[in-house]
């Protein structure tokens, strides 16, 4: 039975869909500006992580996951301008970088990708409706603003008391807001913005109110869970659901998943520490696969910290799944008996993926005591469980063949790595030691390294 912690209520509580047939998740995407970073790359994995496991559980035709786009903010105006160019070709390219990220870490594509510009229609029928209701007002200089006194229920998300936020509340100068908290639904255009027209006047919408018409319209007024790092508990999530609850009359989201930070080295990763990583620098040292593994090898709520170390750990983890995996024909349709059970266990326990990791590992070592003991049925039922358990975490789908020899490196192709250790194997067969050993030390100079056993020699990359 699937618990999960919930950050509304602070507790990990049964999941209970609203509809089992029809499971219903939103997640915050990102902001298109620029390139993916580590921690985009950390929300990319989890929540792709907890899609699997819900079509698992419920059925890929039951369950729909919602990953949105902000392809309009002021960050992106400002890159924009600083490019000098439209901000919709900014965010078509760096749309498709994102894609690009994702698909690389194995990340399946959402059911639904809403991008806020296209639905603007949405979003301005929402805010209306706030303002008939009570709860928006209009600013003198343009702008809409949601009153935050009106939410009785405003900080139940993030525990925060609308006093001490008062406390620490200013009100900038270009703002014309009652209250320092009242937050931004519509903005009025400034000279040279992308806007448009609406009730007040040309425009552009808030952030928060962006995700809340998205969802709503997407999902329904009432669903299942919505995620997104923990940076967006405060004020983005608190925000939607003030916004979404008071616009619908209804209760946004039932259960609200949170991932941790990113940490580079035990410090926060910031462009002003010089520890700032895209995917794409990341993806130039290692696979994506190790990435991936990296990510989920912590608890999705926990901090997540970033180094080599760390990196060439989850290399070698997956080294030693490929290497017992090589040579087998998996049984994916095999009963998966106690280690599958376990699996699901960790799983069942807010998704925890170190736990499943751990499983994979002992499921790993009795498939070596299977090979050794020469059982075939037995070898190609544990090596199936273990793949189809794997692809739950988004692993082990590569073939351990090209695992170990696909890739390019250190200047050599297959071809001639595959010539190098014929020469070696026929050095070893006149008893030419010396030889032998400059061909190995060759080899492993360019990153390959050798492996010799009963059948022959084998060979792979580090």
């Known amino acids: ?69 902000t392809d309009i ?43 806020a510009t296209t ?18 007002y209009c600013a003198g200089n343009g702008d809409v603003y949601y ?36 937050f931004a639904l519509w903005k009025a255009a400034k000279p040279d913005e992308p806007s448009w027209d609406s009730p007040w006047g040309r425009g552009r919408p808030g952030w928060h109110i962006e995700c809340s018409a998205m969802s ?20 983005h999530h608190e925000n939607e659901i003030a916004q979404s609850e008071a616009a619908t009359g209804e209760k946004f989201v039932n259960v609200w998943m949170h991932n941790g930070f990113v940490r580079v ?8 520490l010089g520890n700032f990583f895209t995917v794409r620098e990341i993806l130039e040292r290692y696979r994506p696969e190790v990435v991936r593994y990296f990510v989920i090898s912590s608890h999705y709520r926990s901090p997540l910290n970033f180094s080599d170390t760390q990196l060439d750990t989850a290399h070698a983890a997956l080294d030693a799944f490929y290497t017992a995996l090589r040579g087998i024909r998996p049984d994916i349709d095999a009963d998966g008996g106690e280690f599958e059970a376990r699996f699901r266990e960790a799983m069942d326990d807010d998704f925890n993926t170190a736990g499943a990791l751990a499983v994979l590992s002992e499921l790993r070592h009795e498939l070596n005591r299977a090979r050794q003991a020469g059982g075939d049925a037995q070898v190609r039922r544990l090596a199936g469980v273990l793949v189809r358990l794997g692809e739950l975490l988004g692993l082990l789908q590569d073939d351990p063949e090209h695992w170990f020899t696909g890739a390019q490196a250190g200047g050599l192709d297959r071809e001639a790595i595959e010539a190098l250790v014929a020469q070696r194997a026929q050095a070893r067969a006149d008893r030419d030691w010396a030889e032998s050993d400059r061909i190995r030390d060759q080899l492993l100079e360019q990153g390959i390294v050798l492996e010799d056993g009963p059948d022959g020699t084998s060979w792979r990359r580090i």
């Open 265 to 272: 080295d035990n410090e926060k990763m910031s462009k002003s």
């Open 73 to 115: 903010d002021d960050k992106i105006i400002a890159r924009a301008n600083e490019r000098h160019e439209p901000f919709s070709e900014l965010t078509r390219r760096f749309i498709d970088e994102m894609h690009r990220d994702a698909e690389a870490l194995g990340v399946l594509p959402p059911d639904q990708e809403p991008r």
């Open 216 to 235: 709503t319209h997407c999902l329904g007024h009432h669903f299942d869970i919505h995620g997104g790092g923990m940076d967006l508990q405060f004020p």
């Open 147 to 182: 009153d935050v006194s009106r939410f009785e229920h405003y900080g139940q998300l993030s525990g925060k008391r609308i006093e001490d936020l008062q406390a620490g509340a200013r009100v900038e100068v270009d703002e014309a807001k009652d209250d320092p908290l009242d």
């Open 119 to 136: 639905h603007m229609g949405e979003i301005i029928a929402m805010i209306q409706t706030l303002i008939d209701k009570g709860y928006a």
């Open 1 to 69: 039975m699937l618990e999960i912690y919930n950050n509304l209520t602070r507790k990990k509580e049964v999941f209970t869909p609203i509809d089992p047939a029809n499971v219903r998740m939103y997640v915050c995407g990102m902001t298109v500006y620029d390139y993916c970073h580590l921690g985009h790359a950390r929300v990319l994995v989890v929540f792709d992580v907890v899609y699997r496991y819900l079509r698992m559980i419920y059925g890929p035709e039951h369950v729909t996951y919602v990953r949105n786009i």
